[in-house]
């Protein structure tokens, strides 16, 4: 870890990645990435599928290992082959398009796991914690149930709960609502909204336009492993300056 002092680290972006490149084998996948999230921002990724969007946010809480360049964490080098990964990457909440809830536990319990095996919380102290968030996404009526027994909008909603039980600095979204009836996409935006509004500082990878341009304080465009392209949501969106944002945006849109 970095010796940062505490009051420069406090100033610090909360995501600033330079010049990152990812190859998988031969293919790479990002080709100098460089872009810096404030605190308290939203910053929406859009892009055609396979322009590394997750392999972005992947890299941001080293659930995949850059192959170059740096990622500071509120200040704090993560790609610092000393960094205290696991301790890094408790400050960071991932949600993906997946819910990845465990199936054999129930919603409390999945909420309250890590927070005692990761954070070394008490039972008590974890489960007012969790019941706390699941309030919080609207679901407190359901810590007894199982996750296959809830929509799968329920199930996002509770993976949001399980990820701000950890307390993390900032969340990171994956197509959080790609997997999601349409009926059922409002609500989970709906809760990301309400995190936004609560100052809560994000990195979403989502198709929803409307999200993007109502909560994105910064809206970033990626195509063939670069951004393309990325400025206020409503300038880029309503006038793309790129041909290749041009073209991805007539196909969404
Ligand atoms: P997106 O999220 O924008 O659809 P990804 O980041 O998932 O894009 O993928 C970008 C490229 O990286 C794709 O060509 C994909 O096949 C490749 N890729 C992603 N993950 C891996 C992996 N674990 N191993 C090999 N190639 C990968
Ligand atoms: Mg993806």
New binding site residues.
């Given amino acids: 870890m970095t010796t940062t002092p505490t009051d420069t680290s406090r100033s610090a972006a909360a995501i600033d990645v330079q010049q990152l490149h990812k190859y ?2 031969d ?1 790479e ?1 990002l080709k100098g990435i460089d872009f810096h999230v404030a605190n308290g921002q939203v910053v929406c990724v859009i ?10 946010l992947r890299c941001v809480n080293l659930l995949e290992t850059p192959t170059s360049g740096k990622i500071l964490i509120e200040g704090d080098e993560i790609t610092d082959p000393d960094a205290d990964v696991d301790k890094l990457r408790a400050r960071i909440g991932m949600v993906f398009q997946s819910f990845n809830l465990f199936p054999h536990m129930t919603v409390l319990r999945n909420l309250t796991i890590a927070q005692q095996k990761v954070k070394g919380r008490k039972k008590e102290e974890a489960i007012e914690v969790a019941r706390r968030n699941l309030e919080k996404v609207g679901l407190s009526e359901k810590e007894s149930a199982y996750p296959a027994h809830l929509s799968g909008g329920q199930q996002q909603r509770v993976a949001i709960a399980r990820a701000l039980s950890m307390d993390p600095d900032l969340m990171l979204f994956d197509e959080p609502t790609s997997a999601l009836d349409p009926e059922l996409v409002g609500d989970v935006l709906e809760v990301m909204k309400d995190l936004a509004s609560e100052g809560m500082t994000m990195m979403v ?1 989502t198709h929803e336009m409307g999200f993007a341009r109502e909560v994105g304080d910064n809206l970033v465009f ?1 195509d063939g492993g670069v951004i393309v392209e990325e400025g206020d949501p409503n300038e880029v969106l309503a006038n793309p300056q790129h041909e290749r944002t041009q073209a991805f945006l007539s196909k969404v849109l």
């Avoid at 892009?47 to 972005?56: E, R």
């Fill in positions: 998988f084998g293919n996948v892009g055609p599928s396979g322009s590394g969007k997750s392999t972005l990878v990626m």
